[in-house]
């Protein structure tokens, strides 16, 4: 079998990724999807601890990772509700042009 | 040894399913002319060859032979990847379908009703690269249409998938296949098909649903920008579309490789004719209804979807749930 | 093939040259997420990550999980962000740079976080394998007892939490 260390490396991989991306990107959008890498990150632990960990016959860590999968379907879509109504008001998506309480 | 099982079985497989299907797909079209014909009380294609057999060759070699014009201000590496992409759900999704006793296509994966709705859930891929990256504003119109469409009728044809899952009590369409249905169960899913049916039809941008390539407001919606060779992949993948929905249909409702009332059952090799027959026959299903039905507003096929046929598939779910609790 | 023997590192199964590949596709599309400057390319590679995490999770044996990453993340967030992409469109081809001021920084931060985890990661001795699994139909039938049994509360919450999301997302969405 593949090492368990292996999986926690990619994970720490596209974590980081999803980091660089959910605080460098100026675009909303592109925020949310690095936001999105984070919580796939996370699901691949989760899945991998469970495999090669002594409760295999539990599933906590599967079930766990459906709901991380449960709750990201629920913050994409209002993020991106969000993003499209800011949108449509402001006539941008960029983060750092959203200033309206810096007065 | 090892590597002829896990390698080279796969792939002659894969390989022999391939042609079937492209040679499926050429005379799929001269069908759907000579059919189409027939409604109108036309003759249909008959110039080349006998009842214009060779008419698909002579369509795919003038395909080929077209020039190759790539717009200017688009995205070169997703405009030519979008075709490929639109084609290749159509083809994978026959990995699970069995077509004899005891052999699926590619393999009996055991959850192959999964597979089918995760299959399902990428097919608007293509059509979304599409259109996005022929920067064009009928194609990207085009686009959004079909993502919006598709994602809408993928609701109540998952829903009607978990019915029919909960209905058979198991991942495979190998055991779906084989394990008898009371006399209820055939009625109950049969009562369903109509429905089912018009789901596919959203799905595969089949007329009457195809909005997302209406001629008169959107030019050719997302493939106004392809030609050629890349446009006959897009043709490709919605006939291919077509004939492995009716298998999975024929699978699901109609029994798929065997005869009715377990006729002939052990005669392997009868399989693939069987299931090949019952594909013409729901094809045919395709093709009348876009002789004789109009196509809608979009506002009428969202609000079809969302207020009639989402509440109807829940419903359906709710009862399907009861029966096989208490009937079986 | 006495000549394979000789080699300083073990030659890797076929498990291990398949995650591999999974692997470097999966970082592939995480790296196009990041870094390429144009909007609707880092949503594709958003996508061929979520793919890549499904065939870890194959590689894993969690089936259910894998089709559930694509039926959700690829067949439907994936879509709504592209979806989301093409309806500001306005925005897309930069005037501006595609990154803030905090670009060196984070990634400089992010490199660092990277580094340090698999410095601690890969001195650890972690279990080399896993237990043996039940079939996988059995386990999604578990996995489904579960979510009605111990999991009750839980996946109703889940359920409250989708519909409240579903509501807010049309009236936040609503000219």
Same mark, same amino acid.
């Given at each position: 079998?593949?090492?368990l260390?292996?999986y926690?490396?990619?994970a720490?991989?596209?974590?980081?990724?999803?980091?660089?991306?959910?605080?460098?990107?100026?675009?909303?959008?592109?925020?949310?999807?690095?936001?999105?890498?984070?919580?796939n990150a996370v699901n691949i632990n989760l899945v991998a601890f469970w495999r090669y960990g002594?409760?295999v016959?539990?599933l906590e860590g599967q079930v766990f990772a459906l709901?991380v999968i449960?709750?990201?379907?629920?913050?994409?879509?209002?993020?991106?509700?969000?993003?499209?109504?800011?949108?449509?008001?402001?006539?941008?998506?960029?983060?750092?042009?959203?200033?309206?309480?810096?007065? | 040894?090892?590597?002829?099982?896990?390698?080279?079985?796969?792939?002659?497989?894969?390989?022999?399913?391939?042609?079937?299907?492209?040679?499926?797909?050429?005379?799929?079209?001269?069908?759907?002319?000579?059919?189409?014909?027939?409604?109108?009380?036309?003759?249909?294609?008959?110039?080349? *060859?006998?009842?214009?057999?060779?008419?698909?060759?002579?369509?795919?070699?003038?395909?080929?032979?077209?020039?190759?014009?790539?717009?200017?201000?688009?995205?070169?590496?997703?405009?030519?990847?979008?075709?490929?992409?639109?084609?290749?759900?159509?083809?994978?999704?026959?990995?699970?379908?069995?077509?004899?006793?005891?052999?699926?296509?590619?393999?009996?994966?055991?959850?192959?009703?999964?597979?089918?709705?995760?299959?399902?859930?990428?097919?608007?891929?293509?059509?979304?690269?599409?259109?996005?990256?022929?920067?064009?504003?009928?194609?990207?119109?085009?686009?959004?249409? $079909?993502?919006?469409?598709?994602?809408?009728?993928?609701?109540?044809?998952?829903?009607?998938?978990?019915?029919?899952?909960?209905?058979?009590?198991?991942?495979?369409?190998?055991?779906?296949?084989?394990?008898?249905?009371?006399?209820?169960?055939?009625?109950?899913?049969?009562?369903?098909?109509?429905?089912?049916?018009?789901?596919?039809?959203?799905?595969?941008?089949?007329?009457?649903?195809?909005?997302?390539?209406?001629?008169?407001?959107?030019?050719?919606?997302?493939?106004?920008?392809?030609?050629?060779?890349?446009?006959?992949?897009?043709?490709?993948?919605?006939?291919?579309?077509?004939?492995?929905? $009716?298998?999975?249909?024929?699978?699901?409702?109609?029994?798929?490789?065997?005869?009715?009332?377990?006729?002939?059952?052990?005669?392997?090799?009868?399989?693939?004719?069987?299931?090949?027959?019952?594909?013409?026959?729901?094809?045919?299903?395709?093709?009348?209804?876009?002789?004789?039905? *109009?196509?809608?507003?979009?506002?009428?096929?969202?609000?079809?979807?969302?207020?009639?046929?989402?509440?109807?598939?829940?419903?359906?779910?709710?009862?399907?749930?009861?029966?096989?609790?208490?009937?079986? | 093939?006495?000549?394979?023997?000789?080699?300083?590192?073990?030659?890797?199964?076929?498990?291990?040259?398949?995650?591999?590949?999974?692997?470097?596709?999966?970082?592939?599309?995480?790296?196009?997420?990041?870094?390429?400057?144009?909007?609707?390319?880092?949503?594709?590679?958003?996508?061929?990550?979520?793919?890549?995490v499904a065939?870890v999770y194959v590689l894993l044996e969690a089936e259910f999980l894998a089709?559930?990453q694509?039926?959700?993340?690829?067949?439907?967030?994936?879509?709504?962000?592209?979806?989301?992409?093409?309806?500001?469109?306005?925005?897309?081809?930069?005037?501006?740079?595609?990154?803030?001021?905090?670009?060196?920084?984070?990634?400089?931060?992010?490199?660092?976080?990277?580094?340090?985890?698999?410095?601690?990661?890969?001195?650890?001795?972690?279990?080399?394998?896993g237990?043996?699994?039940?079939?996988?139909?059995?386990?999604?039938?578990?996995?489904?007892?579960?979510?009605?049994?111990?999991?009750?509360?839980?996946?109703?919450?889940?359920?409250?939490?989708?519909?409240?999301?579903?509501?807010?997302?049309?009236?936040?969405?609503?000219?």
């Open positions: 079998m593949v090492p260390n292996w926690l490396v990619l720490a991989f596209i974590f980081s990724c999803g980091l660089y991306a959910a605080l460098a990107r100026r675009n909303a959008i592109a925020a949310l999807m690095g936001i999105e890498l984070m919580l002594e409760f016959e539990r709901f449960a709750v990201a379907a629920a913050e994409v879509a209002v993020g991106l509700a969000l993003i499209i109504s800011v949108y449509r008001s402001r006539r941008t998506v960029n983060l750092d042009e959203l200033d309206l309480l810096q007065g | 040894m090892d590597w002829i099982n896990l390698l080279l079985l796969p792939v002659l497989r894969s390989v022999a399913l391939i042609v079937v299907l492209l040679t499926g797909f050429a005379y799929l079209t001269w069908y759907e002319r000579k059919l189409l014909a027939r409604f109108q009380v036309r003759i249909g294609p008959n110039r080349a *060859g006998p009842y214009g057999l060779l008419q698909p060759i002579a369509d795919a070699v003038k395909a080929v032979f077209k020039e190759e014009i790539v717009p200017n201000m688009a995205d070169k590496a997703v405009y030519m990847l979008a075709p490929a992409l639109a084609l290749i759900p159509a083809l994978i999704i026959w990995a699970v379908i069995p077509v004899a006793k005891g052999v699926p296509a590619i393999a009996d994966v055991n959850i192959g009703f999964l597979w089918i709705l995760a299959i399902a859930g990428i097919e608007s891929y293509g059509i979304i690269l599409a259109g996005w990256s022929s920067n064009n504003n009928y194609s990207l119109l085009g686009a959004l249409r $079909s993502s919006a469409q598709m994602i809408s009728y993928e609701l109540p044809l998952g829903v009607f998938l978990v019915s029919i899952l909960m209905l058979a009590g198991g991942f495979s369409l190998v055991s779906l296949v084989e394990t008898p249905r009371a006399w209820w169960e055939w009625i109950w899913l049969w009562l369903m098909f109509p429905l089912f049916f018009i789901c596919i039809l959203a799905e595969t941008n089949r007329s009457p649903f195809d909005l997302p390539e209406t001629e008169n407001e959107l030019v050719a919606g997302f493939q106004t920008e392809y030609g050629g060779i890349k446009f006959a992949l897009f043709f490709m993948a919605e006939y291919i579309n077509m004939i492995t929905t $009716s298998a999975i249909m024929a699978t699901l409702f109609f029994g798929g490789y065997r005869l009715p009332f377990g006729l002939l059952g052990d005669v392997i090799w009868l399989g693939p004719f069987v299931l090949a027959a019952k594909v013409i026959i729901l094809l045919f299903l395709f093709i009348w209804v876009r002789a004789s039905v *109009g196509r809608p507003r979009y506002d009428q096929l969202m609000q079809f979807n969302w207020k009639f046929l989402l509440p109807v598939a829940l419903g359906y779910m709710i009862i399907t749930t009861l029966l096989t609790v208490f009937l079986k | 093939m006495p000549g394979l023997d000789a080699l300083p590192f073990p030659l890797p199964t076929v498990q291990q040259v398949i995650f591999i590949l999974i692997a470097g596709m999966t970082v592939t599309g995480a790296l196009i997420t990041a870094l390429a400057p144009n909007l609707f390319h880092n949503a594709l590679g958003l996508v061929l990550a979520f793919f890549g065939g089709v559930s694509v039926l959700i993340y690829v067949g439907a967030i994936a879509t709504l962000i592209t979806f989301a992409i093409m309806l500001t469109r306005g925005m897309m081809f930069g005037r501006t740079s595609s990154t803030n001021r905090l670009m060196l920084s984070t990634a400089i931060i992010s490199a660092l976080f990277f580094l340090v985890l698999t410095g601690l990661l890969v001195n650890v001795a972690w279990p080399e394998i237990a043996e699994l039940a079939g996988s139909e059995q386990m999604i039938a578990d996995l489904g007892e579960m979510f009605v049994t111990t999991y009750l509360v839980p996946f109703e919450l889940m359920a409250l939490l989708l519909l409240a999301a579903l509501a807010g997302a049309i009236l936040l969405a609503r000219d």
